[in-house]
């Protein structure tokens, strides 16, 4: 005959088992805590890439996901539901530029925006080594109109060279940059901007030139716009009211446009002569891109 009482003892103990057990497992899930991020100037980026933030403790990245910059300039979804222990030990916060797809799990060297939570918040900027690294308020730019890769002195206006003639020697005077960033020339013509190439010394030639002459050009950055042109300009031209411009870009960069920061720039004057040193200007002051991760 089974006793009862041995029995219902042995079932209480089961149950208390099993309770414990139970309490045990909730201890061990996680507490997820939310973290707001906001940021001021960021563009939005097209299809082709996303932004990705990412919290680092020591040298560990850890990402709180991808998001997209909405019409008013805002996160799209400016919160992010986080493992609270994880939130906690993070000492930095980062914002990089991220190719989409995306299949690696590493954030990219595009490093925009980065900051160190002082308590429960880390104001982010693009100056920080973490980031682009460098403010550019010692930016100096100067430029000539000149056409030496078609060997001779026809359609002279119809090309920017950053040189000193006398020399030569380079115009440029530019902070360097952090990995997975670059200089590059432009020229809006017309409105419509048009890239000289892409270049990391300011003495040394870019790293294209699609549209200059048959001959070689200078160790310095600069395009002849010759031939080739884009749909909807004529070339050769007459840079005469154009808009010269030098930006920095995320490397890689498969945009047909200036990035948002654009350290130098300059309007050529409607009476222009070749071969004279045009100035360009500083405008780091109107660089604005901030941000701010609060845990």
């Known amino acids: 005959?089974?006793?009862?009482?041995?029995?219902?003892?042995?079932?209480?103990?089961?149950?208390a088992t099993a309770i414990i057990g139970c309490d045990s497992d909730d201890d061990d899930d996680p507490v997820f805590?939310?973290?707001?991020?906001?940021?001021?100037?960021?563009?939005?980026?097209?299809?082709?890439a996303t932004y990705e933030g990412w919290l680092l403790d020591g040298n560990d990245y850890t990402s709180i996901g991808k998001f997209t910059i909405d019409n008013s300039g805002d996160v799209d979804g400016g919160t992010f539901s986080i493992d609270e222990e994880l939130l906690q030990n993070a000492t930095d916060f980062v914002v990089t530029i991220e190719?989409?797809?995306?299949?690696?799990?590493?954030?990219?060297e595009t490093q925009i925006l980065s900051g160190t939570f002082i308590g429960n918040s880390a104001t982010l900027n693009y100056e920080n080594e973490a980031a682009i690294g460098t403010g550019f308020s010692t930016a100096i730019g100067k430029y000539i109109l000149s056409t030496p890769t078609?060997?001779?002195?026809?359609?002279e206006l119809s090309g920017v060279w950053w040189l000193e003639p006398t020399g030569p020697s380079a115009s440029l005077i530019l902070p360097d940059l952090s990995e997975g960033w670059i200089y590059e020339g432009w020229a809006l013509i017309n409105g419509t901007p048009v890239s000289t190439g892409k270049f990391t010394k300011a003495n040394e030639a870019d790293m294209g030139n699609p549209y200059s002459g048959t001959l070689a050009g200078p160790d310095f950055p600069g395009e002849d716009f010759l031939r080739n042109a884009p749909a909807g300009l004529s070339f050769p031209t007459s840079l005469e009211g154009a808009t010269i411009v030098i930006s920095v870009e995320p490397n890689p960069d498969n945009d047909s446009a200036p990035f948002v920061i654009k350290p130098l720039s300059g309007e050529v004057p409607?009476?222009?002569?070749?071969?004279?040193?045009?100035n360009m200007t500083n405008n780091d002051n109107s660089i604005n891109i901030s941000g701010e991760a609060t845990r």
Do not use: C, R, W
Request: without cysteine; hydrophobic residues 40%; proline residues 11%.
């Open 270 to 278: 409607e009476q222009a002569a070749p071969g004279v040193l045009y």
């Open 33 to 48: 805590k939310d973290m707001t991020l906001s940021v001021e100037g960021l563009p939005q980026l097209g299809s082709f």
């Open 1 to 15: 005959m089974i006793n009862k009482k041995i029995l219902y003892t042995s079932l209480l103990a089961i149950f």
């Open 99 to 108: 190719p989409s797809p995306d299949p690696a799990v590493q954030p990219t």
């Open 150 to 155: 078609n060997g001779e002195e026809t359609d």
